[in-house]
């Protein structure tokens, strides 16, 4: 006999609430200077639940990661983001991500966080990791320029090299997404000079 699942909209609203309380704190937590890890307990005591609760929605550091991830694009991009368009797109695209990245200290800490588990990190970014290598491979450069740009411009692609341009060679964090977005286009140049 199969039994019927009891769908509650008002109970699905709470734990939707209670998530969102956790991954806050999970954010607030990282938004303190110098810390990149993350403590569950913490999280239950500032969203008001039980390290137990906090467990049931993440229940490991993989899970707290992603779905923290998730929750810095839907505020970061509260409107989406439109993935690169094509090779002529691909500077506005890097402007464009990195501009929203730099605005928030989380992005610092998430950077941070995830160099342990990258994994974690390339499965919430595939669709704009994919526009980025479709949009290089539509030059039609030769496969090793091509290989050599598409290497580029993907470890350009993550706020780690925001955070990396302005913390260790000091410039300016008004002027990096600038600074990337137009080493983008010199390499997109480059391209299509190799593929005539």
């Not at 779905?67 to 810095?72: K, V």
């Not at 050599?148 to 300016?172: F, I």
């Amino acid at each position: 006999m199969q039994t019927r699942r009891y769908i509650s909209p008002k109970r699905e609203a709470q734990a939707a609430a209670t998530r969102e309380a956790i991954l806050e704190a999970f954010a607030e937590q990282l938004s303190e200077p110098g810390r990149d890890a993350l403590s569950p307990r913490e999280a239950a005591d500032s969203a008001g639940v039980s390290v137990r609760t906090v467990h049931t929605h993440f229940p490991n550091h993989d899970s707290q990661i992603a779905a923290l991830g998730e929750w810095f694009d839907r505020h970061i991009f509260p409107d989406g983001f439109e993935v690169a368009q094509g090779p002529d797109d691909l500077p506005r695209y890097f402007r464009e991500i990195h501009s929203k990245a730099l605005s928030s200290p989380v992005s610092r800490a998430l950077c941070m966080t995830v160099v342990k588990r990258p994994e974690v990190r390339q499965k919430r970014r595939a669709e704009r990791l994919d526009a980025i290598r479709r949009s290089v491979a539509e030059v039609g450069a030769p496969p090793l320029a091509t290989e050599d740009a598409t290497a580029m411009l993907l470890g350009l692609s993550g706020a780690d090299a925001s955070w990396r341009m302005h913390d260790l060679y000091k410039l300016p964090l008004a002027r990096v997404p600038d600074v990337i977005a137009n080493t983008v286009e010199l390499i997109v140049d480059e391209l299509k000079r190799q593929a005539r």
